[in-house]
């Protein structure tokens, strides 16, 4: 039997699905809008496919629900039949991607949304995640886990925070609920090729850990504190990135060894000039 199919024309198709699942918190979830429907909107049409039970929507495409929006070129709603209603459970997202809320805002080439598991992945070189405190970018790909509080950022990731940028291969970002209901990072955990830059040093390392609250950067293997031309080389650094002040240790913590620290300082100034002869 050839597929059934209802397509919505007009300037603009609006379809309403009734969609009830559990009452959470703000972010980027449909799954968190209790019982209200989920409104899509497409410039060029909606397709009805009932026998793969999905709706398709082409041409500048909206999906919202409560105060969160999917846009993009092409919008796929994958949904169950179950107790006599319509329960969305994926949407896939395919062009000029931007989910948004009123307090976080990705965007991306592509994405998906799982919305029974509240997780997000988003694709695209780059893809970006915006919060009222920071800008994470990611080149490869980006996961959300709404119920996790958690974002996980790949391929080339950093983020900026009051004019301080960590880079690494994998970047993850843990989130806390304010008091005002919104919420905001509290933790930075980074792996591969770390790079904390803060304006005045940069520090590197194999794996690193921030804390936003208290302004203290952990990182381990192989770590490099640069200050204009002063090197300082050891196997873990904790830096204060509110004070400046940085201690460099020659093997891990725990590890037991005796490792070195390696500090090369360059001297400035009139008396840091090499003589001439005669002097």
């Known amino acids: 039997m050839p597929p059934v199919a209802v397509r919505l024309t007009g300037l603009l198709a609006v379809l309403l699905l009734a969609t009830p699942l559990p009452l959470a918190a703000q972010g980027l979830d449909f799954a968190r809008r209790g019982d209200s429907p989920v409104e899509v909107l497409a410039d ?3 397709e009805w496919q009932r026998d793969r039970n999905r709706f398709i929507a082409r041409g500048n495409a909206v999906a919202n629900r409560g105060t969160v929006s999917v846009r993009a070129d092409l919008l796929i709603a994958h949904y169950a039949e179950e107790g006599g209603g319509t329960d969305i459970q994926r949407l896939d997202a395919e062009g000029n991607v931007t989910i948004a809320s009123p307090t976080e805002t990705a965007t991306g080439a592509s994405a998906t949304y799982d919305v029974p598991a509240a997780t997000l992945v988003l694709n695209g070189d780059p893809v970006r995640l915006t919060t009222p405190d920071q800008v994470i970018t990611a080149h490869q790909s ?11 950022a790949r391929g080339r990731a950093h983020a900026v925070r009051n004019g301080r940028t960590i880079t690494a291969d994998v970047l993850t970002a843990h989130f806390v609920e304010t008091a005002g209901g919104s919420s905001e990072i ?22 690193g850990r921030y804390e936003a609250k208290t302004g203290i950067a952990t990182l381990e293997g192989s770590v490099k504190i640069v200050r204009q031309d002063d090197q300082v080389a050891g196997e873990l650094a904790v830096v204060d990135l509110n004070t400046g002040v940085s201690t460099l240790y020659g093997s891990p913590q725990g590890a ?10 360059s001297p400035r100034g009139q008396d840091s000039e090499t003589p001439t002869d005669g002097q």
Do not use: C, P
């Not at 980006?142 to 996790?148: G, L, S, T």
């Not at 933790?187 to 794996?207: H, L, W």
């Not at 037991?256 to 300082?265: N, S």
């Open 44 to 46: 060029d049409g909606i």
């Open 142 to 152: 980006m996961e959300y886990y709404e119920r996790k509080r958690l974002a996980v």
């Open 186 to 207: 509290s933790r930075f955990e980074a792996f591969g090729n770390v790079v904390i830059d803060n304006g005045a040093e940069t520090v590197r390392g194999n794996k």
């Open 256 to 265: 037991g060894g005796q490792g070195r620290v390696r500090a090369v300082i």
